[in-house]
């Protein structure tokens, strides 16, 4: 080999050699991130990333772009995200029914216990069920005896199938040994409409679309689903305490990452997330949508995710709940 070609070999060598240390000690994010969400511009889900899309973009040096993917029940978007490359530039908002309810519900191979490495809880907010005002319940007890006299007598509207709104009826079912039926309506907004109308006598709802009912005097709230009272209707007992201790259902908000991304990337984004959070004009928008900012780290989510898989695989189970084409 001439001289001339090993001091060719040797500059490149020392390019791939420089190249590859640049990419080893190159600061995350050194490139846009994408947060993917499984469902339309305008839901509760879309609302929370680009809230803290906007806030994170500001801090981490690099833009935060939100993404939608809507489709079965967020499971197209949670398929996607969790085939990307684990390197933190693509990660998914999602909620329990993505993470809990759907794998299970309709058969798909996304477990998230696995597919996923958490970053953090983004939201946390609690439902309310709420019934027409001629409805004779006046309480959760009232609302429990009314449906062991009629078994299958009494209806229960919720979004959608698999929605939270509908497995809190499920959950509540079965802690509360009752039958009860469930309309599926095409949104919580459809379904609140008929519960104003009379056409369905109860549903468990999102806070923030009912809380103006409810002080307006069209609904009237029995109970909330979170563990404590909310400061939103700060009258309104918990489920737990009016009549079923231990019960405890909420629609929760939180990112992910696909499994394998590096522990400082994630430990990076959720100080980002914590960072976001905790600013008041972004309490006072989470506050505005009936939800509390919650704190956590990849790890809490991690085991929080494992939990609700569990707790909602089995009420799927216990209620023998089917997808339309029994899948």
């Not at 969790?82 to 798909?108: C, E, H, N, R």
């Not at 319940?137 to 209806?155: E, F, H, M, R």
């Not at 809190?168 to 469930?182: C, M, P, R």
Request: proline residues 7%; charged residues 15%.
């Amino acid at each position: 080999m001439t001289t001339s070609r090993l001091l060719l070999g040797l500059m490149l060598a020392g390019c791939i050699c420089a190249s590859e240390s640049r990419a080893q000690t190159a600061k995350f994010p050194d490139r846009p991130i994408k947060v993917v969400v499984g469902f339309s511009a305008g839901g509760g889900t879309d609302v929370v990333a680009r809230i803290l899309a906007l806030k994170m973009s500001e801090t981490i040096g690099q833009t935060v772009v939100v993404e939608n993917r809507p489709g079965a029940s967020g499971l197209i978007a949670a398929e996607a995200v969790a085939k990307s490359p684990p390197d933190g530039y693509t990660i998914l908002m999602g909620s329990q029914t993505v993470f809990a309810v759907a794998p299970t519900l309709y058969k798909k191979p996304i477990d998230a216990s696995t597919d996923f490495a958490g970053v953090a809880i983004a939201g946390v907010s609690p439902l309310v069920l709420v019934v027409n005002p001629a409805f004779p319940a006046q309480s959760v007890k009232d609302v429990i005896a009314l449906a062991k006299a009629k078994p299958g007598g009494i209806n229960f509207g919720s979004g959608g199938l698999g929605t939270t709104p509908h497995m809190s009826g499920e959950l509540f079912q079965s802690a509360a040994s009752v039958k009860l039926v469930h309309i599926a309506y095409r949104g919580e907004a459809p379904a609140i409409n008929d519960l104003i109308g009379g056409q369905i006598p109860l549903m468990f709802a999102n806070l923030s679309a009912i809380v103006g009912n409810v002080k307006a005097g069209q609904l009237r709230a029995l109970a909330v689903t979170s563990a404590q009272r909310t400061p939103a209707l700060p009258d309104i007992p918990t489920v737990a305490e009016a009549a079923l201790p231990g019960f405890e259902a909420a629609t929760w908000f939180a990112l992910v990452a696909p499994a394998g991304t590096p522990r400082e990337v994630l430990m990076t984004l959720n100080a980002e997330v914590r960072k976001a959070i905790a600013l008041p004009d972004v309490k006072q928008r989470f506050a505005d949508l009936g939800m509390t900012a919650e704190v956590s780290t990849p790890e809490g989510l991690d085991a929080y995710i494992k939990s609700e898989i569990a707790k909602w695989t089995k009420v799927i189970k216990d209620g023998d709940i089917k997808a339309p084409d029994g899948n």
